[in-house]
């Protein structure tokens, strides 16, 4: 059955609903293919019906079919001392300092740090996160093999390092590939205890992901920005009924 998930998720690209609607319709397949399913694919990965799928992961709503990773599995094993940074595509000085306060005290209680896959504050707190040698994990929103060749300078840094892990639920993704956004916020939220939202404009996915937190029970933790800041997306996840902190401590105390 594992092969079976595995060829619907390169077929599908990783798309939940394609790979849903294959299973449930009983679609064929080549029994030729299948037993050759593995060959197609140079990482490693996990099924939900593997041994060592992460049980975070199949409490939440359409948990992935298959991940593909590079790196240290066994991070998956720390859901309790997950914590999710997530920052915009847009940053400041602040939104730096902040983060990397913040970054930096997880880091000196022993946690892992998950974070997204865009070109902003997340990217930033990546190379911090290594300047630190701490642990992370990285949620991409691309197919796996895609990451690891357009961001190749970075995980050449990683060559020798011991404590990440880069998640997909796509393997590899055609250039015409459509992502299913949805999907990728809720392997985040799945794999995160608590979120800590450093800095945030109102244009990107962060007042998504705060919904899709308090979903699935999530604590929300939120960094305020002045009133005259253009990054309003945190106050308004205050005002959703986020808790305002000022400090790391604040949110160890409270997970």
């Known amino acids: 059955m594992e092969n079976v998930l595995l ?4 077929k599908y690209q990783g798309n939940w609903n394609e790979i849903y609607r294959a299973l449930d319709h009983k679609e064929k397949v080549d029994l030729k293919l299948l037993k050759k399913v593995r060959q197609e694919i140079e990482k ?16 939440i709503t359409r948990p992935p079919f ?17 914590i999710g940074m997530v920052g915009d595509e847009l940053y400041n000085d602040d939104g730096i300092k902040n983060g990397e306060r913040f970054l930096v005290d997880f880091i000196n209680e022993n946690r ?42 970075f995980v050449e840094k990683l060559s020798n390092y011991p404590d990440f892990l880069i998640i997909s639920e796509s393997y590899e993704t055609a250039t015409t590939f459509v992502s299913n956004g949805e999907n990728y916020l809720n392997l985040k939220v799945g794999l995160s205890k608590a979120f800590v939202f450093v800095q945030n404009t109102t244009n990107g996915t962060s007042l998504e992901l705060g919904k899709c937190a308090w979903q699935e029970n999530k604590e929300v933790f939120v960094i305020p920005e002045p009133l005259n800041s253009k990054f309003k997306g945190n106050n308004m ?19």
């Open 66 to 82: 298959v991940i593909y990773y590079q790196g240290n599995k066994e991070l998956l094993q720390n859901y309790h001392q997950t």
């Open 7 to 10: 060829f619907f998720s390169l």
């Open 44 to 59: 490693p990965f996990l099924t939900i019906i593997g041994d060592e799928y992460p049980a975070a992961l199949k409490n």
């Open 112 to 153: 892992v740090l998950l974070f997204g896959d865009n070109q902003g504050l997340d990217r930033h707190l990546w190379k911090k996160v290594i300047q630190e040698n701490g642990k992370f994990i990285i949620i991409t929103n691309r197919g796996l093999q895609n990451f690891l060749f357009e961001e190749a300078i």
């Open 237 to 255: 996840l205050i005002k959703d009924g986020g808790k305002l902190v000022e400090t790391a401590q604040e949110v160890l105390n409270q997970i």
